[in-house]
């Protein structure tokens, strides 16, 4: 009761403005005259000892200062900055996107994002060599024509769905139907793949090919979604815009920078069921730039954090980043139409061979490109002495074209025939490819008493193609380009009689006897030793009739800044989009850890 009665006089006590103001003077008061005893009438006494006090609190700031130092310090014994997970990596390259399905990727930025967002039977590894990706084990017959691939079982598309047997088998016979216009149908057409089980494929071959592991590192497409697609209508289905993979990343949306600037973004987002571990970074972003100018101006702008396909000579790369060069297995390589009227006579090859100062071409070209002067790349075939490329001589270069009845006429640079018909050639190309290697190829031949003429496609205009209107009718009498050799050593598509076609790689339609059985013979032996004896006697032939001249190996040059975590030293990459051959464990940022014992 007595504290129902204590509630009731406390909800009864009313406020007393007069006695609340009364209070508030008085501590008024109070306040003042403390204020004037403790602070005013004592700062004479302050300022007597002012020395002191600052003096102290000198002392106080250093112990402080100390204080912290100590404590950075000791953290350093402790702590250390590591890469971090999350974060987003933007990776500039060359364009266009025109496409995502890896069926038609052609562009450097095309080929980057296939390779993220699909997965393979095998891929290669950090040291150029095969590995598993979604096969587990292959077994071949004892005729070497069957092989027996078996896949994990715990990979699955983008959408859910496990990747199966029935994938493989789909994606073949889709490289192989002409509708479909795959650059990878002439590879595939005499290929049969059957489906054993649900998660195992054979493949039979019409004859043993000791290279034929290298060519499952193609990607696997989804049944599920494409089965129902007209093979005619493949390349312009809306999968090219927005693919379903099984790959390490998902496409989250291709974005189209406007109308004035046609550059366009895939940005992609982790796989977070991904078979191989969910990679470290949330998100990958692969930016399509025009030119190398444009791709130096996103990393001077921090519009990307990384960069391919670039040249630090011919391009100021911005301070602050980590650049360096990986050599591929890609040759460059001047190619002679034997079939041309002038460079039908090999005593005329032979002089363009002799004159060309390799070592001073590939100074011009810089990046510190490897040399290349045969149809393989060096250590490709070993344990064996292999024929070497006839060397630099001018002169005797000058006798061959004296010989075969060009001569320098009085007055006269360029060297002309009995008919008084200057020694002409056409040198085609790509724009901005290689212009450094066929500008220094014209000026050394200029030397000889050769006028070359290039003519240099963009292949970014659609309005030309170089493919249909200068390789396949081979309108050129010589071609700079690249020939990609892979990891394994098989040249037969670039020098078989077989593929000196409208269709095929030969592109100096190269017809050699000697040099279709070599390269026939070595496809079909799996013993190093003895492969090694067949490439051997096809260099022989090949720098006796030479249907072309070796610049130099290719390199990837890649910048990125120093916060992410990316390519490491000594990475070998038969080609550039091998560089993700460890992107799960890619960064982009950087934090303080604690140091583990």
Same mark, same amino acid.
């Given at each position: 009761?007595?504290?129902?009665?204590?509630?009731?006089?406390?909800?009864?006590?009313?406020?007393?403005?007069?006695?609340?103001?009364?209070?508030?003077?008085?501590?008024?008061?109070?306040?003042?005259?403390?204020a004037h005893k403790f602070v005013i009438q004592r700062l004479a006494t302050i300022?007597?000892?002012?020395?002191?006090?600052?003096?102290?609190?000198?002392?106080?700031?250093?112990?402080?200062?100390?204080?912290?130092?100590?404590?950075?310090?000791?953290?350093?014994?402790?702590?250390?900055?590591?890469?971090?997970?999350? $974060?987003?990596?933007?990776?500039?390259?060359?364009?266009?996107?025109?496409?995502?399905?890896?069926?038609?990727?052609?562009?450097?930025?095309?080929?980057?994002?296939?390779?993220?967002?699909?997965?393979?039977?095998?891929?290669?590894?950090?040291?150029?060599?095969?590995?598993?990706?979604?096969?587990?084990?292959?077994?071949?017959?004892?005729?070497?024509?069957?092989?027996?691939?078996?896949?994990?079982?715990?990979?699955?598309?983008?959408?859910?769905?496990?990747?199966?047997?029935?994938?493989?088998?789909?994606?073949?016979?889709?490289?192989?139907?002409?509708?479909?216009?795959?650059?990878?149908? *002439?590879?595939?057409?005499?290929?049969?793949?059957?489906?054993?089980?649900?998660? *195992?494929?054979?493949?039979?071959?019409?004859?043993?090919?000791?290279?034929?592991?290298?060519?499952?590192?193609?990607?696997?497409?989804?049944?599920?979604?494409?089965?129902?697609?007209?093979?005619?209508?493949?390349?312009?289905?809306?999968?090219?815009?927005?693919?379903?993979?099984?790959?390490?990343?998902?496409?989250?949306?291709?974005?189209?920078? $406007?109308?004035?600037?046609?550059?366009?973004?895939?940005?992609?987002?982790?796989?977070?069921?991904?078979?191989?571990?969910?990679?470290?970074?949330?998100?990958?972003?692969?930016?399509?730039?025009?030119?190398?100018?444009?791709?130096?101006?996103?990393?001077?702008?921090?519009?990307?954090?990384?960069?391919?396909?670039?040249?630090?000579?011919?391009?100021?790369?911005?301070?602050?980043?980590?650049?360096?060069?990986?050599?591929?297995?890609?040759?460059?390589?001047?190619?002679?139409?034997?079939?041309?009227?002038?460079?039908?006579?090999?005593?005329?090859?032979?002089?363009?061979?002799?004159?060309?100062?390799?070592?001073?071409?590939?100074?011009?070209?810089?990046?510190?490109?490897?040399?290349?002067?045969?149809?393989?790349?060096?250590?490709?075939?070993?344990?064996?002495?292999?024929?070497?490329?006839?060397?630099?001589?001018?002169?005797?270069?000058?006798?061959?074209?004296?010989?075969?009845?060009?001569?320098?006429?009085?007055?006269?640079?360029?060297?002309?025939?009995?008919?008084?018909?200057?020694?002409?050639?056409?040198?085609?190309?790509?724009?901005?490819?290689?212009?450094?290697?066929a500008n220094n190829l014209v000026k050394q031949w200029k030397q000889l008493g050769?006028?070359?003429?290039?003519?240099?496609?963009?292949?970014?205009?659609?309005?030309?193609?170089?493919?249909?209107?200068?390789?396949?009718?081979?309108?050129?009498?010589?071609?700079?380009?690249?020939?990609?050799?892979?990891?394994?050593?098989?040249?037969?598509?670039?020098?078989?009689?077989?593929?000196?076609?409208?269709?095929?790689?030969?592109?100096?339609?190269?017809?050699?006897?000697?040099?279709?059985?070599?390269?026939?013979?070595?496809?079909?032996?799996?013993?190093?030793?003895?492969?090694?004896?067949?490439?051997?006697?096809?260099?022989?032939?090949?720098?006796?009739?030479?249907?072309?001249?070796?610049?130099?190996?290719?390199?990837?040059?890649?910048?990125?800044?120093?916060? *992410?975590?990316?390519?490491?030293?000594?990475?070998?990459?038969?080609?550039?989009?091998?560089?993700?051959?460890?992107?799960?464990?890619?960064?982009?940022?950087?934090?303080?850890?604690?140091?583990?014992?």
């Amino acid at each position: 009761m007595d504290e129902k009665r204590g509630w009731k006089t406390f909800h009864k006590l009313k406020f007393d403005k007069k006695a609340f103001a009364k209070r508030a003077r008085k501590a008024e008061s109070a306040t003042t005259r403390h204020a004037h005893k403790f602070v005013i009438q004592r700062l004479a006494t302050i300022r007597d000892i002012r020395q002191q006090i600052i003096l102290w609190l000198m002392i106080v700031g250093v112990l402080i200062a100390a204080a912290a130092t100590q404590m950075i310090w000791f953290q350093q014994s402790y702590k250390t900055e590591a890469s971090s997970g999350g $974060g987003i990596y933007a990776e500039a390259a060359l364009g266009p996107i025109d496409t995502l399905n890896p069926l038609y990727a052609t562009s450097s930025a095309e080929r980057s994002a296939a390779q993220l967002i699909f997965s393979r039977l095998y891929d290669y590894d950090r040291t150029g060599h095969l590995r598993d990706d979604l096969a587990t084990s292959m077994k071949t017959d004892k005729t070497g024509r069957e092989y027996t691939v078996k896949l994990r079982e715990d990979a699955a598309w983008h959408d859910g769905r496990p990747v199966t047997a029935a994938d493989v088998v789909y994606t073949v016979e889709t490289m192989k139907n002409p509708d479909v216009r795959s650059v990878m149908r *002439t590879s595939w057409l005499d290929i049969r793949a059957a489906e054993v089980d649900a998660y *195992t494929v054979k493949f039979s071959l019409p004859a043993p090919h000791a290279a034929f592991p290298h060519a499952l590192t193609f990607a696997i497409l989804p049944k599920h979604i494409l089965a129902s697609v007209p093979a005619a209508s493949m390349r312009e289905n809306i999968f090219s815009l927005s693919p379903v993979g099984s790959g390490p990343f998902s496409l989250r949306l291709l974005q189209s920078n $406007g109308v004035r600037d046609n550059r366009k973004i895939a940005h992609l987002n982790a796989w977070q069921d991904y078979y191989r571990g969910e990679p470290k970074l949330s998100r990958f972003e692969v930016h399509a730039y025009d030119d190398a100018e444009a791709i130096v101006r996103a990393l001077k702008t921090r519009d990307v954090n990384a960069a391919i396909d670039i040249n630090t000579v011919r391009h100021s790369v911005p301070d602050g980043l980590t650049v360096e060069s990986y050599p591929t297995n890609v040759g460059v390589y001047a190619l002679f139409n034997t079939s041309s009227s002038v460079l039908a006579d090999a005593s005329v090859r032979k002089a363009l061979q002799l004159s060309v100062d390799g070592a001073a071409l590939r100074k011009a070209v810089g990046n510190d490109v490897p040399a290349l002067d045969g149809p393989f790349l060096k250590g490709q075939i070993e344990d064996i002495p292999l024929p070497q490329a006839p060397g630099f001589n001018l002169k005797k270069a000058e006798q061959l074209l004296d010989k075969a009845g060009w001569k320098r006429r009085v007055g006269s640079e360029i060297r002309t025939n009995k008919r008084n018909i200057p020694l002409k050639l056409q040198l085609k190309m790509v724009k901005d490819r290689y212009d450094v290697a066929a500008n220094n190829l014209v000026k050394q031949w200029k030397q000889l008493g050769v006028d070359v003429v290039v003519t240099r496609f963009d292949a970014s205009d659609g309005s030309q193609s170089f493919a249909r209107s200068v390789l396949q009718p081979r309108d050129y009498d010589i071609l700079v380009t690249r020939l990609d050799i892979g990891a394994d050593p098989d040249v037969f598509a670039y020098w078989h009689s077989s593929q000196a076609n409208t269709t095929g790689l030969n592109l100096s339609n190269y017809r050699n006897a000697v040099s279709d059985d070599a390269l026939l013979s070595a496809r079909l032996r799996s013993e190093p030793a003895l492969r090694a004896q067949k490439y051997r006697a096809f260099m022989k032939r090949w720098y006796a009739d030479v249907p072309a001249v070796g610049l130099y190996q290719s390199v990837s040059v890649y910048a990125h800044n120093k916060m *992410t975590e990316s390519l490491k030293p000594g990475q070998v990459m038969p080609s550039s989009v091998d560089r993700y051959s460890n992107v799960i464990y890619w960064t982009a940022e950087k934090a303080s850890v604690y140091k583990t014992p």
